[in-house]
């Protein structure tokens, strides 16, 4: 009976094992990985992007809820003296809760009045910036309060005002603690036989008429803020006396 031989199992060479590219499950889980990474850098430089620019549009446009309110504002700059025109003016749109005391929201109201202050272009206008009733008492701090016009002495002391200055106005008249002091009515009587006397202390200018807008330096006025009182003395001093003031 011929032998039968029994074959042995036949080997793969070990180089065709090392050339085999079929992916195993390791592979397939690395490969699964880097695909989600990349996926999800992407997603999130995407979403970066989105919330950037929503960002933006919100910094623009502002808070939707917000309430605005109409107030006047300058157009350009105002100087003290001037009067308000039309085109000096604008109204526009603002938060409310940035508002300051006084604001004024309907042009008319000012057009047509003197500004008290210094206004900057853009600036909200308020009721103290310009003449009104309401500016002696916000002045001075007490609601009977008048401005009084008055010339003084020296024109050149009126162009180192300000509006806002605190001075005391003076005058002169007889010097009463001298015994020898000539009547006011004597002819000889000289600026020595007078003495100083202070008619208002305390009181604030409201506004300074600029040399330009009047024909000459002695023709300045400078408008004061005082109590009632004190207000009607100085008015009635500068009818027959020379005034002056002196700064704080």
Same mark, same amino acid.
């Given at each position: ?6 074959? *042995?199992?036949?080997? *793969? ?9 079929? /992916? ?22 995407i979403a970066a992007v989105v919330l950037a620019t929503l960002g933006v549009v919100l910094f623009f446009r502002g808070d939707p809820?917000?309430?605005?309110? @109409?107030?006047?504002? !300058? ?15 604008? $109204? ?7 508002? /300051? ?13 003197? $500004? ?16 009104? /009733? ?18 003084? &002495?020296? &024109? ?10 605190? $001075? ?8 009463t603690s001298r015994p020898d002091t000539p009547h006011p009515d004597t002819p000889n009587e000289s600026v020595a036989d007078k003495? /100083?006397?202070?008619?208002? &202390?305390? @009181? ?8 330009? !807008? ?10 004061? @803020? ?23």
């Open positions: 009976m011929p032998s039968v031989r029994s074959r *042995s199992p036949r080997r *793969s060479h070990p180089l065709r094992a090392q050339l085999d590219l079929t /992916p195993n499950t390791f592979d397939r889980v690395v490969e699964l990985t880097r695909g989600t990474r990349f996926r999800s850098a992407t997603v999130r430089k809820a917000t309430d605005t309110v @109409a107030v006047v504002v !300058s157009s350009r700059d105002l100087t003290p003296g001037q009067v308000i025109a039309d085109s000096d003016v604008e $109204v526009r749109e603002i938060d409310s809760k940035q508002l /300051p005391e006084g604001v004024v929201s309907d042009a008319d109201l000012v057009v047509g009045r003197t $500004v008290a202050g210094p206004i900057r272009s853009g600036e909200t206008v308020t009721d103290v910036r310009v003449l009104s /009733p309401r500016l002696a008492g916000l002045s001075v701090g007490t609601d009977d309060a008048r401005i009084v016009p008055v010339r003084l &002495a020296d &024109a050149a002391v009126a162009d180192m005002l300000r509006s806002g200055d605190v $001075v005391d106005v003076l005058t002169v008249g007889p010097d003495a /100083p006397q202070i008619l208002a &202390a305390g @009181a604030v200018v409201a506004l300074v008429t600029t040399s330009e !807008s009047t024909r000459n330096q002695q023709e300045q006025v400078i408008l004061l @803020a005082l109590p009632t009182p004190a207000a009607n003395v100085v008015a009635a001093a500068s009818l027959s006396n020379a005034i002056t003031v002196t700064f704080r």
